[in-house]
């Protein structure tokens, strides 16, 4: 069984047990649970339950598990001929979250 929920304006393919590095989600600390009820998809052994836009009643339950920064990404600016360059880095906030059920809801 998977799912395919939306969380912070990117859409992730979940299965349970799985562990999610999502954008960063504040006011959640760790061990915290954490429902994702934007579900678009849902794919089970019976068939597969495709929303419009979202399936009625279901719902992905996680635990967050930690909060981070990924590896720096280097941002380059040049001009050529003009004798500028410029280099930035960029880390980016992430959660880690492991999945621990999907639930259909019966509608």
Excluded at 17 to 28: A, I, K, S, V
């Amino acid at each position: 069984m998977y799912a395919i929920i939306e969380a912070s304006g990117r859409q992730y393919r979940v299965q349970e047990g799985m562990t999610l590095f999502t954008e960063r989600q504040n006011g959640l600390g760790n061990g915290d649970e954490i429902v994702f009820d934007k579900v678009l998809l849902v794919r089970d052994g019976e068939g597969t339950k495709v929303g419009k836009p979202y399936v009625d009643g279901a719902k992905v339950v996680g635990k967050v598990v930690s909060h981070g920064r990924g590896k720096k990404v280097l941002v380059v600016k040049f001009g050529p001929r003009k004798n500028f360059d410029r280099v930035n880095g960029h880390r980016q906030w992430f959660t880690e979250v492991t999945i621990e059920k999907i639930e259909l809801g019966v509608k």
